[in-house]
């Protein structure tokens, strides 16, 4: 079981970015979710084109770090960090942003063993961070802003 400790307030404008920062010299891979029983916009669809050269890995499941889905699936995409997939990320300027029907949802970071470190839960406006998976003495001290439950 993860020690996880919540994000007190969301990341936006330059904690967002920042944080994006971190991950990409903290992190291998970010996900996003494509819930099927939603419906996505336009947007949605240039983000899931823009990122389509950095797709790792994409299959169906009903859970995903924070979140287990009942009767439903969706479509789980890792992508591998880059500068240029994090300007991609950037073009949002808060981590709930990341919501249907606009993006696709609930965007997570993983170490580069593959095991997460910060999951979200964007509808829910949730985030939370593995401490056990990350450095939270780094991350507190790269990204200024964030503030994490005690």
Do not use: C
Request: proline share 5%.
């Amino acid at each position: 079981m993860p020690n996880v400790r919540s994000i007190r307030s969301e990341p936006a404008g330059t904690t967002y970015r920042a944080l994006l920062a971190f991950a990409e010299g903290h992190s291998g891979t970010f996900s996003l979710v494509w819930r099927k029983q939603l419906a996505f916009g336009a947007n949605a669809d240039i983000v899931r084109r823009d990122l389509a050269p950095f797709l790792d890995a994409e299959g169906e499941s009903d859970a995903w770090p924070g979140t287990k889905i009942f009767g439903h699936t969706a479509i789980v995409r890792s992508y591998r960090l880059s500068p240029d997939s994090v300007r991609i990320l950037a073009t949002a300027e808060r981590l709930y942003a990341w919501e249907a029907p606009e993006r696709p949802e609930d965007l997570a970071f993983y170490t580069p063993a593959g095991r997460w470190w910060l999951g979200s839960i964007a509808h829910e406006r949730d985030a939370f961070v593995d401490t056990d998976a990350v450095d939270v003495a780094r991350l507190a001290a790269a990204v200024t802003g964030l503030r994490l439950e005690k």
